[in-house]
Nanobody, 128 residues
Framework: VQLQASGGGLVQAGGSRRLSCSAS????????MGWFRQAPGKEREFVAA????????HYAASVKGRFDISRDNAKNTVYLQMNNLAPEDTAVYYC??????????????????????WGQGTQVTVSS
């Protein structure tokens, strides 16, 4: 599956941004999806994940209550709504897909190595 992330840009602290990730090449609803981010000099870290049906979502503690992950399987797209952004949210944001065909509709993962496919990343910069 091919993933294309978009929606990044420059935003002021306290502002909002919505990222999108469009998928193609396979049945999107077979995949659990995740968002990760990587700041300069740091390792890639988990942000949010959603099961293939959308029934289950999970967030990193640092973004819980501020970010919202959702998906539209009819549009082959997963979203990350980011609110109340802070300078420490500055990073390249990546979407990722893991084949969850055999895992049931409550499966998700926050582990980088579990994901099979990655988008190219979109830069989010939060100014103070």
């Amino acid at each position: 599956v091919q993933l294309q992330a978009s929606g990044g840009g420059l935003v002021q602290a306290g502002g909002s941004r919505r990222l999108s990730c469009s998928a193609s090449g396979d049945t999107f609803s077979n995949y659990a999806m995740g968002w990760f981010r990587q700041a300069p000099g740091k390792e890639r870290e988990f942000v949010a994940a959603i099961s293939w049906s959308g029934a289950i979502v999970h967030y990193a503690a640092s973004v819980k209550g501020r970010f919202d992950i959702s998906r539209d399987n009819a549009k082959n797209t997963v979203y990350l709504q980011m609110n109340n952004l802070a300078p420490e949210d500055t990073a390249v944001y990546y979407c990722a897909a893991e084949d969850a065909t055999y895992y049931g509709d409550q499966y998700y993962s926050e582990t980088v190595d579990h994901y099979d496919y990655w988008g190219q990343g979109t830069q989010v910069t939060v100014s103070s």
